[in-house]
């Protein structure tokens, strides 16, 4: 069986309309996201199925969070602090180059060569596994489904579910050819061989890498949830763990991760519980027989303060990372993950995505969205998704000159003169004089509306106003009733 | 000034003026609808537990070594890893010396570094004991020690787990308050709730993805 060659992940091309686009010419792509998205939301909406006691947990849930990153910078301090003490060592990152460095600062300490990589999306934010590639150190997922991408030069189309675009035939075919092994469409046998195959890289991997689901500040522990065993693994086997995680992953106690899990694991895939909820608050003691004998935190800004710096958009930093707003979100289970071209994709990602790259990156996030509401609705913290959305629609189109800086990129999609026909479009509405001879216009001059008007009629017919206004009708009616009297 | 310096003080210039929002932290919400009378804990854990495939077998204080025998010989398993240096491991040690021909004890008695290799292809089998379990989520409550390290319960296999039934709580956060675990948390602690799992590949449930394929629960119901 040969060893996965690390090939840097394809890039993805294109803009986001291209690729949405594409994607919804592939059926087998929608007809796979189609069916997984049904059974997540069946899932969940089973295990919670206590309405009284879902809302109330997720107000308890929306709260833990508000408390948390309302005093964000002291409990980054006593996680600091209690991990230090637990033997821990802390590092902090402003930028995703300054977080590759200092892991391979670690790496290069151990002269290490090969790292086994938990589930880690910060890991992704990172592109850790390209960055250390490119010094010659092998990183190797773990987790199946980001075996499976990684294996097939992608990246994952869903936070929970990386593999999910593809089918079990797809997944045989890959595992025929790249790993040499007899084609089979068995989950099991599948799901045997590539556990076959990791367990040799966990008994040799010289470095092991894992996200973190919750950090918690009062006994300065790592919480990371699972279903395979593999985070245990990564975070066990080797001699030295490294925790990569985002400043606003730290809650306050450790009673506050009862209702965080239970909203997670039910939220992501309606499991009361995962597998494995593995608490790590150290290295291997002096005493001890195994477990790393190094253990390392690091804590990533990566545009997550310029979030923290707004009232409204602080309230993005609640996730925690279940998924729901995906797999509930009309748009994403059409296109799927891959369209939206960046780390984080569907709802989460669109509100998160443009702290981290920009939104001048990203302009057409905040519009893909229909604002049907299903995303603010399933999130178990209470982000108001669709509220967010319309914020960044108003920062996409700020003007330029704006004193208000409010994050980086904002304002791409201003124009002049579509300001312009709104200002125009505001008067008209707001006086009635105006209102009247557009509306005498609009109606006498309807036959003058051309049958293509933009990107509207790709889909839609043109409109066409009416020959009479409602208001002219409606005076009419009175008119006739005052009449009959 | 460093990153720490320089990410602290961006966040605290954007809480200016603001005070921390209460700590209003309703425990009801996380007990209440998760609290079971007495006789219904363990068929509680069990409902939960054997939805993921986890075996669970009732015995005694009295009679466990001897089901646990007849679990490994059912199982045909070479080998099984335990922790002789403990009480429970004392008794299998005694069970197994009236019976030769039971299948091999191993002892993790030496740093992992030592015996990788025999532990990660040679150690079909582990028996450890637990913290307890929770009821509510059927997990079982897992502090590795110096007798039974962490990747005792997690590289063999077949993972036997021993549950006194008096130590089965109703949820989470009880266990987090009874134990005082705020006071102090071990190296590494676990929340077990079944057999390893995954369901990556087309929403498809597999077991054994990468820890034990089986995990095998002895509930003793006299203690």
Same mark, same amino acid.
């Given at each position: 069986m040969s060893t996965p060659t690390l090939i840097p992940t394809v890039e993805v091309q294109e803009d986001f309309r291209a690729r949405a686009h594409e994607a919804l010419g592939d059926s087998q792509l929608r007809n796979n996201f189609r069916s997984a998205m049904d059974s997540l939301m069946t899932k969940r909406a089973a295990s919670f199925s206590d309405a009284h006691e879902r809302e109330h947990l997720r107000a308890l849930g929306n709260a833990i969070r508000a408390r948390a990153l309302s005093k964000l910078p002291e409990l980054l301090e006593r996680l600091e602090q209690n991990l230090t003490r637990n033997g821990v060592t802390v590092h902090w990152a402003e930028t995703v180059d300054e977080a590759n460095d200092l892991v391979f600062s670690i790496i290069r300490a151990h002269e290490a060569r090969q790292v086994i990589k938990g589930k880690s999306m910060v890991s992704e934010e990172m592109e850790m596994n390209h960055v250390l590639a490119a010094q010659g150190i092998e990183c190797l997922e773990s987790d199946m489904g980001e075996f499976i991408v990684q294996l097939d030069h992608e990246k994952p189309s869903h936070i929970i579910m990386p593999a999910i675009h593809k089918n079990a035939a797809q997944v045989a075919s890959l595992f025929h050819d790249k790993l040499g092994v007899e084609y089979t469409k068995d989950v099991d046998q599948l799901i045997q061989i590539g556990r076959k195959v990791l367990r040799q890289k966990f008994f040799e991997a010289d470095i092991g890498v894992s996200g973190v689901n919750f950090a918690v500040a009062e006994t300065g522990t790592l919480l990371l949830v699972e279903n395979e065993g593999n985070g245990r693994m990564s975070t066990t086997v080797p001699p030295v763990h490294i925790a990569v995680t985002g400043i606003e992953k730290v809650v306050e106690n450790l009673r506050d991760v009862v209702p965080l899990v239970s909203l997670l694991t039910r939220s992501a895939l309606?499991? +009361?519980?995962?597998?494995y909820v593995n608490m790590i /608050?150290? +290295?291997?003691? #002096? $005493?001890? =027989? $195994?477990? +790393?004998?190094e253990v390392h935190l690091v804590l990533l800004d990566n545009g997550r303060s310029q979030a923290f710096a707004d009232s409204e958009l602080r309230q993005t930093l609640n996730c925690i990372r279940c998924g729901a707003c995906m797999n509930h979100c009309p748009v994403y289970t059409r296109i799927g993950g891959h369209a939206y071209g960046e780390v984080y994709p569907g709802p989460i990602g669109k509100i998160i995505t443009p702290h981290m790259v920009g939104l001048a990156k990203v302009p057409d996030h905040p519009s #893909? /969205? /229909? =604002?049907?509401?299903a995303c603010g609705e399933v999130c178990p913290v209470k982000i108001p998704i669709p509220a967010l959305l319309r914020r960044l629609r108003e920062e996409n189109v700020k003007a330029p000159d704006s004193p208000h800086q409010v994050m980086r990129g904002q304002g791409s999609k201003y124009s002049r003169k579509e300001r312009f026909i709104w200002n125009a479009w505001a008067r008209l509405n707001s006086s009635p004089t105006l209102y009247r001879a557009f509306g005498f216009a609009a109606t006498r001059l309807r036959a003058l509306i051309p049958s293509k008007v933009g990107p509207w009629t790709q889909n839609h017919s043109a409109p066409k106003p009416a020959a009479r206004s409602l208001h002219d009708l409606a005076r009419e009616h009175l008119s006739k009733q005052s009449g009959d009297q | 000034m460093s990153a720490k310096q320089s990410i602290l003080a961006k966040l605290r210039k954007s809480l200016e003026g603001t005070t921390p929002v209460a700590d209003n932290f309703d425990e009801a919400l996380v007990t209440e609808p998760w609290t079971y009378a007495p006789e219904q804990r363990i068929a509680q854990l069990r409902k939960q537990m054997e939805a993921v495939h986890t075996e669970i077998h009732l015995s005694t204080e009295q009679a466990w070594p001897e089901l646990l025998a007849q679990l490994v010989r059912d199982r045909q398993l070479p080998s099984l890893l335990i922790a002789p240096g403990t009480p429970h491991g004392q008794r299998v040690v005694e069970h197994w010396a009236g019976h030769p021909e039971l299948p091999a004890l191993k002892a993790y008695d030496r740093p992992v570094e030592e015996w990788k290799a025999e532990l990660f292809n040679e150690t079909p089998a582990s028996l450890t004991t637990t913290l307890g379990a929770i009821a509510a989520t059927g997990s079982l409550i897992v502090w590795p020690t110096r007798e039974e390290p962490r990747l005792m319960s997690l590289v063999p296999p077949v993972h036997f787990a021993l549950l006194k039934a008096s130590e089965i709580h109703d949820n989470f956060y009880q266990v987090q308050q009874r134990q005082n675990w705020a006071a102090g948390m071990p190296t590494n602690a676990l929340l077990v709730s079944g057999p390893s799992k995954t369901a990556d590949i087309e929403q498809v449930l597999a077991y054994g993805a990468h820890g034990p394929k089986d995990l095998v629960v002895l509930i003793l119901e006299d203690q």
């Open positions: 309606g499991q +009361p519980i995962t597998t /608050s150290g +290295p291997r003691k #002096a $005493d001890e =027989l $195994d477990g +790393p004998q #893909a /969205s /229909s =604002l049907c509401g | -």
